[in-house]
């Protein structure tokens, strides 16, 4: 069954510094993955979108990479922020979009930036 | 409005009762998703409606869960017969209907069932 992997545990990161998130799946060829932000108590709010024939993207601080050979997709946080504190899902959609269909969501890796 | 509304935000209720949940999505939104999130859990799809096309109910946990969306809008989550196990967040997203199109999400209904 398709499966889509995040690091279960919290990442401690220095203020300043890159925060590397990772995102792995199996048994899923996705059209397309976005990365989205949760604060405790509230909703999902989204980051960013990238397709399959794509390689990279940015926005501001944030950078997301899509390899399909490796099945993985890496979210970089720069400089990162104490702000910047929250959980981070990735999700993973295909092309018929919608419903079951769509997109399928990880556990989210909860990112600590310590001041 | 400017973003998904959920009402209520909390609900606690006894075993065995039902309760109704509401998602307000944003105007003109086609798609609008459910989904559950228990603690450390990721999102659990349940169930997703487009336009007025059928909604894709596969994600529904049990007979016990129903959901509907009036005039393309406004949508309510049905949970007869309330189990312990159905304590979680229940989020509603809506979205503007194309394939890769982000989500916009609402601040969730935390149900605890006692």
């Known amino acids: 069954s398709q499966k889509i992997e995040q690091n279960s545990e919290a990442l401690n990161i220095q203020e300043g510094k890159t925060a590397t998130l990772t995102c792995n799946y199996t048994?899923?060829?996705?059209?397309?993955l976005q990365w989205y932000r949760q604060d405790p108590g509230r909703g999902p709010v989204f980051l960013l979108l990238i397709r399959e024939n794509e390689k990279e993207k940015r926005k501001e601080r944030l950078k997301v990479t899509f390899d399909t050979t490796l099945k993985q997709s890496l979210f970089h946080i720069t400089a990162s922020q104490p702000a910047d504190s929250a959980t981070y899902l990735c999700?993973?959609?295909?092309?018929?979009?919608?419903?079951?269909?769509?997109?399928?969501f990880g556990k989210g890796t909860h990112l600590i930036i310590q001041p | 409005g400017a973003g998904v509304s959920q009402s209520p935000s909390n609900k606690v209720t006894e075993k065995g009762k039902d309760v109704e949940l509401r998602c307000d999505p944003i105007s003109g939104h086609t798609a609008l998703y459910w989904y559950r999130q228990s603690l450390g859990q990721g999102l659990e799809f349940l169930i997703y409606?487009?336009?007025?096309?059928?909604?894709?109910k596969s994600g529904l946990p049990s007979d016990r869960f129903s959901a509907e969306r009036t005039g393309g809008s406004v949508s309510t989550l049905t949970i007869q017969r309330t189990q312990q196990e159905d304590s979680a967040v229940y989020l509603c997203a809506s979205s503007p209907g194309t394939i890769t199109g982000e989500l916009f999400f609402g601040e969730g209904s935390r149900l605890t069932v006692l």
């Open positions: 999700a993973l959609g295909r092309a018929t979009g919608g419903g079951a269909d769509g997109l399928t």
């Open positions: 048994n899923y060829s996705p059209a397309y």
């Open positions: 409606f487009q336009g007025n096309s059928a909604p894709d």
